[in-house]
């Protein structure tokens, strides 16, 4: 299943391209859902390719329809994997998300592409979602098909509005950085 939506930030593109690459960790706490995003890999060998790997861990509890899987494989929070490829020369990150609890099951992917349009930035978002329990022993297609819907229906409901959610953090935290700055340099005047 492909997806597709645009959104807008209120500050202009280079400054909101290098905080996501840069500065995610540092923005979390202004997100709601979001309990803590770990940097666990940063690769510069190409500086106009930077390859990084975080771990989101949700402050939301599992859904029901997965809480049987969680109790199986022992996991009290939702977390996931990013992969990120920053490609500097196309404004773009190429993106796949890896849920240990869905590992064989769901995988996501996809690209963000920043635009700039006057002093804001508008953020396009393209993805895909795979979903397979051809691998569960056991299951009957019917369940199977009614477990892809649910999930369908959970990891799209939770991409789209965590990544405006992601997105209206970044602002509070650049609105914050701004007022810093301001009061850091009256004080400097004085």
Not at 4 to 13: A, C, G, L, N, T
Not at 40 to 56: A, G, H, S, V
Not at 80 to 105: C, G, I, T
Request: hydrophobic letters at 35%; charged letters at 30%.
């Amino acid at each position: 299943m492909k997806f597709e939506f645009s959104d807008r930030i209120r500050h202009p593109r280079d400054t909101v391209y290098q905080t996501y690459r840069d500065r995610l960790d540092e923005f979390s706490e202004y997100m709601d859902d979001i309990e803590t995003i770990t940097l666990l890999e940063r690769d510069e060998t190409d500086p106009d390719q930077i390859k990084l790997l975080n771990e989101w861990t949700s402050g939301s509890k599992i859904p029901s329809f997965l809480r049987p899987l969680a109790k199986r494989y022992d996991v009290s929070r939702l977390t996931w994997l990013d992969h990120a490829r920053w490609v500097a020369s196309e404004n773009a990150v190429y993106w796949r998300m890896e849920f240990p609890l869905l590992k064989q099951y769901v995988e996501a992917s996809g690209c963000n592409v920043m635009e700039p349009d006057g002093e804001q930035t508008v953020i396009t978002v393209n993805g895909e979602l795979l979903l397979d329990f051809s691998s569960v022993r056991f299951m009957p297609k019917l369940v199977a098909n009614r477990l892809i819907g649910q999930t369908e229906k959970f990891v799209l409901k939770m991409i789209e509005p965590n990544l405006k959610k992601i997105n209206r953090g970044l602002e509070r935290f650049l609105d914050d950085q701004s007022a810093q700055q301001s009061k850091q340099a009256k004080k400097t005047k004085k």
